[in-house]
């Protein structure tokens, strides 16, 4: 049995519940938009320039987590890492997104959800890296 198999398959779960968490963030913008009669842009409504601010930075920062979660999937990832880094990024973005849905919403929303999406992103990035350098050295 090829041993990425269980890595990949939980790149995928995460991938799918990070996609759900953008559906989520962009129902949310459009019934806002339908609730202050804004078809295009923010209208100059603060909460519009809020939910559009996250719902950016979502799409900002899920497409490369994903790809270095597949890259390093593909290059043996164990899957218990896998599902770490991907349970910690995706509750960080829920986090995140929950804080921009809300018209008012504490800091400690959009700070932790911040925390936690860019701990992920960190730690995969320096085994992602940390294993390419490997492996020029070596061969």
């Given at each position: 049995?090829?041993?990425?198999m269980?890595?990949?398959?939980?790149?995928?779960?995460y991938?799918a519940?990070n996609?759900?968490?953008l559906?989520?963030?962009?129902?949310?913008?459009?019934?806002?938009?339908m609730?202050y009669?804004i078809?295009?842009g923010d209208?100059?409504?603060?909460?519009?320039?809020r939910?559009?601010?996250g719902?950016?930075?979502?799409?900002e920062n899920?497409?490369?987590?994903?790809v270095?979660?597949?890259a390093?999937?593909l290059?043996g990832?164990?899957?218990?890492?896998?599902h770490?880094?991907?349970?910690?990024?995706?509750?960080?973005?829920?986090?995140h997104?929950?804080?921009?849905i809300?018209?008012?919403a504490p800091r400690?929303?959009?700070?932790g959800?911040?925390?936690?999406?860019f701990?992920a992103?960190l730690?995969?990035?320096?085994?992602?890296l940390?294993?390419g350098l490997?492996?020029?050295a070596a061969?």
């Amino acid at each position: 049995m090829d041993t990425s198999m269980p890595a990949l398959s939980a790149v995928g779960l995460y991938a799918a519940l990070n996609m759900a968490i953008l559906i989520w963030i962009s129902l949310a913008t459009g019934r806002l938009r339908m609730r202050y009669k804004i078809s295009i842009g923010d209208g100059g409504h603060p909460h519009m320039i809020r939910i559009m601010r996250g719902h950016a930075n979502a799409v900002e920062n899920m497409p490369m987590f994903f790809v270095l979660m597949l890259a390093a999937a593909l290059l043996g990832m164990p899957a218990l890492a896998a599902h770490a880094l991907g349970l910690v990024f995706t509750v960080g973005r829920a986090m995140h997104a929950w804080h921009f849905i809300q018209d008012d919403a504490p800091r400690w929303q959009r700070g932790g959800g911040f925390g936690l999406s860019f701990l992920a992103q960190l730690v995969l990035l320096i085994g992602v890296l940390g294993h390419g350098l490997w492996s020029m050295a070596a061969g």
